[in-house]
């Protein structure tokens, strides 16, 4: 049997299970056998868990709290208004559509972990918003649709389909002449590199017109191993990119040094940060959100003039009308007709000259 599908068949989602890896709280263990949800993870990524430590930035994006019964901020029916849902009754319940070009193209509900943090909790993690996730009609709908050139294969985790389903969906999206580009997100780099196999190597690889780009989702640099690094040289080996969309997470990486190594470590892993997402305001999450700007001042503190400009994610926050940067502006401290003042991540500054638009 694969590697990847034992890990599966040995997921940690019980509190026996979870005892043999770590020594839960009595708050962990009340919020386990409490909440209404789906949790749990594969025993390779239930290893790198402080056993001891509950604050550990791993355990916490695992480990049910009772902190999501609290709801202030979030939004109800929150997916409903990001994706929305609402908007066109011809649109199958597996595209989610706010760019003209391109569409996320639902695939499965399932995933190597239920994190705790997860935007799409109503549908993957609490599943009290029911979707017909229909490969078929996904297929038939973006091939109607043609201005759509770019399709983000998301789930879930696509990457727990069966290579059989995986190949075959490639080679349908592939057919459509009006796709460009295919892309993935999966968490399997960071919670299941073991599924990264030939096989899957060989279904992803070698050239082709419409290339695929891979998108995983790493939040702290405890999440990165050996197995990390390989699946991604074998990604890359069989020309596909990966880059990373990690999350704002309040008590995981907001603190200037965990969010430097995090984006150095993906550099030195051959990731590139792609995003970093404001937490959404999906209900049951607040307890993981920091103040908006608290992004921005991460780049500039932990990153600008610290390391290799390839670290730098773009800010966001993801919305019902596309992904909105977040940057603030900090270097520019004056502009005149004339010149620029601008100042470093050392706070010196520097004079250079305004060239006029029209001369
Ligand atoms: S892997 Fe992605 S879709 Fe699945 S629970 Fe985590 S964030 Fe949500």
Sequence with gaps: MEEWISQMQGFINTPEKLRRIINPTPEELKAINTLDTRWGTTPYFAALMDPDDPCCPVRRQIIPSLKELENTYGIKNY????????VDPERPDCIARQYQDRVAFTVTDTCASYCRHCFRREVVVDQRLKLRFDLDQGIKWIKKNKEIKDVLVTGGDPFLLSDQ???????????????RMIRFGTRTIINLPQRITQDLMEILGDFHRVPIW??????????????????????LRCGVNVGNQAVLLKGINDDVDTFRELHQKLVYTRIRPYYLFYCEAAP??????TGVEKGSQLIRDGLQGHTTGLARPTYVIATNIGKIPLM?????IEKTEKEYRL?????????????????
């Excluded at 997916?79 to 609402?86: A, G, I, K, S, V």
């Excluded at 049951?284 to 959100?289: K, L, N, P, Q, T």
Aim: hydrophobic share 35%.
């Design 165 to 179: 389903l995986l190949g075959d969906l490639i080679t349908q999206l592939r057919q459509i002449d009006h796709v």
């Design 343 to 359: 100042r470093n991540y050392l706070g010196e500054e520097t004079i250079l000259p305004n060239i006029p638009d029209e001369q």
């Design 284 to 289: 049951g999450i607040d307890h993981f959100r």
């Design 328 to 332: 603030g502006n900090d270097y520019m």
């Design 214 to 235: 891979i998108n995983t989702q790493c939040n702290h640099p405890k999440e990165i191993t050996d197995k990390t690094a390989r699946a991604v040289f074998d990604l």
């Design 79 to 86: 997916l409903m208004f990001h994706e929305n849902r609402t």
